[in-house]
């Protein structure tokens, strides 16, 4: 039975700073080197709480974080409106004040209408062969790797999905997990083989191999040169 992490000698990684993220690459790595090689219904399915749809096989599951591309308002807002009763000079500063305020609510309408990545309660996210599948206390959902318009890993632990949404707009997810490369990796090779990124094998930092090496462990060889 594969185990990504089973065979590294603990105290030469301490070492060289081999840590918790560093299995998870090598882990991917695995997977890669499976889906290359066609093998990857052999790996043991890990455990996961998901619901998972017959055939399906879990890759990993985890703590995620993840934000969507949203804006937060639609740009209405509601002009505030005073009668204001007294001396000249104090209806003049009411006035200019009540005017203020609506500029604010204006400009504060108007900064929420415009999309931006906005930051949803943290939850449990499962991968698989076919899909992410997220979980928190507010919603459910799966993106399927067939539905990705575009697909990138814009940092070691993010990965950024586009897709069409429900009503047939252009929607974007960032997913925040150690299983980022892996997420990458899934998608990539389903629907994006000939993304630069899977074809150098660059998703794995600069000398992991060697690293792997020095903490007693094997890594596959998922770039196309070294």
């Given at each position: 039975?594969?185990?990504?992490?089973?065979?590294?000698?603990?105290?030469?990684?301490?070492?060289?700073?081999w840590?918790?993220?560093?299995?998870?690459?090598?882990?991917t790595?695995?997977?890669?080197r499976?889906l290359?090689d066609g093998?990857?219904?052999?790996?043991?399915p890990?455990?996961?709480r998901?619901r998972?749809?017959?055939g399906e096989?879990?890759l990993?599951?985890?703590?995620?974080?993840?934000?969507?591309w949203?804006?937060?308002?639609?740009?209405?807002?509601?002009?505030?409106?005073i009668?204001?009763m007294?001396s000249?000079?104090?209806v003049?500063?009411?006035?200019?004040?009540?005017?203020?305020l609506?500029?604010?609510?204006?400009?504060?309408?108007?900064?929420?209408?415009r999309?931006?990545?906005v930051?949803q309660?943290?939850?449990?996210?499962?991968v698989?062969?076919?899909?992410?599948?997220f979980h928190?206390?507010?919603?459910?959902f799966?993106?399927y790797?067939?539905?990705?318009d575009?697909?990138d890993?814009?940092?070691?632990?993010s990965?950024?999905f586009?897709?069409?949404?429900?009503?047939?707009g252009?929607?974007?997810?960032r997913?925040?997990s150690?299983?980022?490369?892996?997420?990458f990796?899934?998608?990539?090779?389903?629907?994006f083989p000939?993304?630069?990124?899977?074809?150098?094998?660059?998703w794995?930092?600069?000398g992991?191999?060697?690293?792997?090496?020095m903490a007693?462990?094997?890594?596959?060889?998922v770039r196309?040169?070294?």
């Amino acid at each position: 039975m594969f185990d990504p992490g089973g065979d590294v000698d603990r105290l030469l990684a301490q070492q060289v700073g081999w840590g918790m993220f560093d299995d998870h690459l090598l882990y991917t790595a695995w997977v890669t080197r499976a889906l290359m090689d066609g093998t990857l219904a052999s790996l043991p399915p890990r455990p996961t709480r998901m619901r998972m749809d017959p055939g399906e096989h879990s890759l990993a599951e985890s703590q995620v974080g993840w934000s969507v591309w949203t804006a937060i308002g639609d740009g209405s807002w509601e002009s505030n409106n005073i009668a204001a009763m007294g001396s000249t000079g104090f209806v003049v500063a009411a006035h200019l004040g009540n005017a203020m305020l609506n500029r604010s609510r204006r400009s504060l309408a108007q900064r929420d209408s415009r999309p931006r990545w906005v930051p949803q309660r943290p939850g449990i996210g499962m991968v698989s062969q076919v899909r992410m599948c997220f979980h928190n206390p507010d919603t459910n959902f799966s993106l399927y790797w067939h539905g990705m318009d575009a697909v990138d890993l814009i940092a070691p632990d993010s990965m950024e999905f586009r897709f069409q949404d429900s009503e047939g707009g252009n929607a974007a997810i960032r997913v925040h997990s150690p299983w980022a490369a892996l997420m990458f990796v899934m998608s990539a090779f389903t629907c994006f083989p000939s993304h630069p990124l899977l074809l150098s094998g660059n998703w794995l930092p600069p000398g992991f191999e060697d690293r792997c090496h020095m903490a007693g462990k094997k890594c596959p060889q998922v770039r196309q040169s070294r």
